[in-house]
């Protein structure tokens, strides 16, 4: 049987590992480049915690030596009707097709009116050009999301290391934080108690929290929020609404949502195409641990089916390690629909087991299958 992954990124890089784990079969991985880079690690390239060399590795190296092919490529369109993908490389046919091209994310960034004014905290050019801005401007920064944007956590970090930088450079600049949700910092969890405490912590840390508010503009010196109001800030740096890549979209896999609407827990789109990771629609924020999760249980589904292999399917939650300067701390939300998981904390230490994992994902090239996530029934959700 032919396995044809499109994206070597968490989801497609945990699909080729996992199968091959199980299977002798075809297994192919196309993507752009053969450089990936671990970048749920990238604020702390802001202060120089750890470096770019320590963030990326070498895939096509990595699966070669299992017997996984490797096509550094550009995929052009998909033809599900007679099982074709197009790429910069000639075609190429399965039996079984996984999309793992991630979110669109520069594609929704320049949607964003004056984006030019901005950085955007997710690619490495956009972490590196914040950088040199946060360490040489004189005045205020300003940290948001665009309307409906699915992962706010980075925004957190960046904010909080704004706030560290300033400090350590001596300077009196605010540093303002846009939440999607009026309840603030982590509001869309639903347990009592957890945004008070994180709200407290980053008003502590100096923080300007604007709650219920995102970002519809962008000026030279400012941002246009979703109230009208507008905040003035030298730094700026947002991430946009997302959507599953233009690719897929053109492709014609997309709902009205944008996103590649599947059937959960398996992340099945079709009898022989599951969608993963950040262009799949699911109700919880698209994160790496949700891209890993979503590829262990799509793999999982078709062990079953077609070995009768029975492995655990996994459920999709919220882990988010806070990278904040000289302090960090953890959000966890993890149900397996019973039991509620939940945990908010504070501590450089969970900076450093950050880092330790981040260099396992980077040694092993994303072959890291625990992810900490509780276990559920096939039928579940
Ligand atoms: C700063 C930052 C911090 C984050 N922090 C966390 C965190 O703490 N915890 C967490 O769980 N998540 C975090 N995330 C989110 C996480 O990184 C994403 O959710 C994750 O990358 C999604 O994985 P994916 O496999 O769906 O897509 P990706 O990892 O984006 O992989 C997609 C791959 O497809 C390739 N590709 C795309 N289009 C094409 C094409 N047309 N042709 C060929 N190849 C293509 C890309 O080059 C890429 O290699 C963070 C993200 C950022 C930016």
């Known amino acids: 049987m032919k396995f044809l992954i499109l994206g070597g990124g968490y989801a497609g890089l945990t699909i080729a590992h ?3 784990r199980h299977l ?26 750890v470096k770019i060399e320590d963030t990326e590795f070498d895939a096509k190296e990595a699966l070669n030596k299992k017997g996984i092919d490797f096509v550094e490529a550009e995929v052009v369109q998909i033809f599900p009707e007679s099982r074709e993908v197009k ?10 097709l996984f999309l793992a091209l991630g979110g669109g994310y520069e594609e929704n960034f320049e949607k964003i009116p004056g984006h030019e004014h901005a950085f955007m905290h997710h690619t490495l050019d956009g972490f590196l050009k914040l950088k040199e801005s946060l360490w040489s401007s004189e005045g205020d920064v300003f940290v948001g999301n665009a309307p409906r944007s699915p992962i706010e956590g980075p925004s957190y970090q960046v904010a909080l290391i704004a706030e560290y930088i300033l400090r350590r450079r001596g300077r009196k600049g605010k540093v303002y934080l846009t939440t999607q949700s009026r309840r603030g910092v982590f509001g869309a969890i639903p347990i009592d108690g957890i945004h008070e405490k994180a709200n407290s912590y980053f008003e502590k840390r100096g923080i300007t929290l604007l709650k219920g508010k995102d970002v519809t503009e962008i000026k030279k010196g400012r941002v246009i929020l979703n109230d009208g109001n507008e905040v003035y800030a030298d730094v700026i740096s947002v991430i946009p609404t997302l959507s599953a890549p233009k690719v897929i979209r053109d ?14 827990p398996s992340f099945r789109y079709g009898e022989r195409v599951f969608a993963l990771g950040d262009l799949a629609q699911t109700p919880f924020p698209r994160t790496a641990r949700a891209a890993m999760i979503s590829a262990e249980n799509a793999v999982s589904t078709i062990l079953k089916e077609i070995r009768g292999i029975n ?3 996994y459920s999709l939650g919220v882990l988010c390690v806070m990278e904040g300067g000289d302090d960090g701390g953890i959000l966890r939300f993890d149900t397996n629909g019973k039991d509620v998981k939940t945990a908010l904390a504070f501590g450089k230490h969970y900076v450093a087991i950050k880092k330790a994992y981040s260099r396992l994902l980077v040694k092993r090239a994303f072959d890291v299958p625990y992810h900490g996530a509780p276990e559920i029934s096939q039928n579940q959700y």
């Open 24 to 49: 002798n079969d075809e297994i192919t991985v196309i993507s752009r480049s053969r450089v990936v880079r671990e970048n749920t690690i990238f604020p702390l390239l802001l202060t120089d915690e």
């Open 18 to 20: 996992k199968l091959r």
């Open 251 to 264: 492709s014609g896999f997309t709902g009205t949502s944008g996103f590649v609407e599947v059937k959960l």
């Open 87 to 96: 790429t910069s490389s000639g075609v190429f046919d399965y039996d079984y």
């Open 311 to 313: 492995l655990p399917m």
